[in-house]
């Protein structure tokens, strides 16, 4: 069983940074890919970005490309998210989730960190 825990939420104004960690526990952590997702309120979930373990893929939603960079520290076991330049539009609860295997779906989900922009 896997334990995503993340960290590093919180209020920040507009041109602002956050950097938000994603710690696993539990057994060998040794996942296909790591990624984070948002929800905003009224919307639905969207993926913000991917990292492979390996770290020769990454992927990132249009809207946060050059502002944002998904990063993993393997021995640590921690997938982080830095984000640069913010703006309201951000504002969401941001989750980290595992591909454990690499069979295409998100076995396993942290329980989230609230991100707030304000303007």
């Known amino acids: 069983q896997v334990q995503l825990v993340e960290s590093g939420g919180g209020l920040v104004q507009a041109g602002g940074s956050l950097r938000l960690s994603c710690a696993a526990s539990g057994r060998t952590f040794n996942p296909y890919r790591m990624g984070w997702f948002r929800q905003a309120p009224g919307k639905e979930r969207e993926c913000v970005a991917v990292?492979?373990?390996?770290?020769?893929?990454?992927y990132y939603l249009d809207s946060v490309k050059g502002r944002f960079t998904i990063s993993r520290d393997n021995v640590k076991s921690t997938v982080y998210l830095q984000m640069n330049s913010l703006i309201p539009g951000d504002t969401a609860v941001y989750y980290c989730a595992a591909d454990l295997v690499g069979g295409g779906t998100w076995d396993s989900w942290g329980q989230g960190t609230q991100v707030t922009v304000s303007s």
């Open positions: 990292v492979s373990w390996s770290g020769g893929y990454t």
